[in-house]
């Protein structure tokens, strides 16, 4: 069986998210604290001590450049034809959004100055799960029809 398009898509969007929020990551983190979680909020986030802002924002840099690493390397994968790879790399995906949703309700809801944005994020960590979900549907449907 050949590649799905769907599969191309969706790799292209993840890899839009992941190449933007890097970016941003690396580049704008106080802009993008601010607008997610509010400057009183934000203000924590980025450390009380010139040391400790200096971690932070290096911990930010690599976390954004790790990102971009991954939004290139799934436009990269959107390229792949094959149909067993592209089930594989789906699940893989799956499990990963999962565990992101799991480890965020277990864990970062607990960190006080994140509790009121654990919920937001569960909610776009199981929307990418289910379009991964959504390709494997798809393609398992094309493939035993």
Same mark, same amino acid.
């Given at each position: 069986?050949?590649?799905?398009? &769907?599969?191309?898509?969706?790799?292209? $969007?993840?890899?839009?998210?992941?190449?933007?929020?890097? !970016? =941003?990551?690396? +580049?704008?983190?106080?802009?993008?604290?601010?607008?997610?979680?509010?400057?009183?909020?934000?203000?924590?986030?980025? &450390?009380?001590?010139?040391?400790?802002? $200096?971690?932070?924002?290096?911990?930010?840099?690599?976390? !954004? =450049?790790?990102? +971009?690493?991954?939004?290139?390397?799934?436009?990269?994968?959107?390229?792949?034809?094959?149909?067993?790879?592209?089930?594989?790399?789906?699940k893989g995906c799956t499990v990963l959004h999962v565990s992101m949703a799991l480890w965020?309700?277990?864990?970062?809801?607990?960190?006080?100055?994140?509790?009121?944005?654990?919920l937001r994020q569960i909610v776009g960590d199981i929307l990418l799960a289910l379009s991964w979900v959504f390709f494997?549907?798809?393609?398992?449907?094309?493939?035993?029809?």
């Open positions: 069986m050949g590649s799905s398009p &769907g599969f191309f898509v969706i790799c292209l $969007l993840h890899s839009i998210i992941a190449l933007t929020c890097g !970016g =941003l990551m690396m +580049f704008y983190m106080k802009d993008i604290y601010e607008f997610g979680h509010g400057p009183e909020t934000a203000t924590k986030l980025l &450390g009380s001590t010139p040391h400790d802002q $200096l971690l932070i924002r290096t911990s930010d840099s690599f976390s !954004g =450049l790790l990102l +971009f690493a991954i939004g290139f390397l799934l436009f990269m994968v959107a390229f792949v034809k094959d149909w067993e790879f592209q089930s594989f790399f789906a965020r309700f277990y864990f970062e809801r607990r960190v006080e100055d994140l509790a009121f944005d654990w494997l549907v798809y393609s398992w449907r094309e493939k035993y029809d």
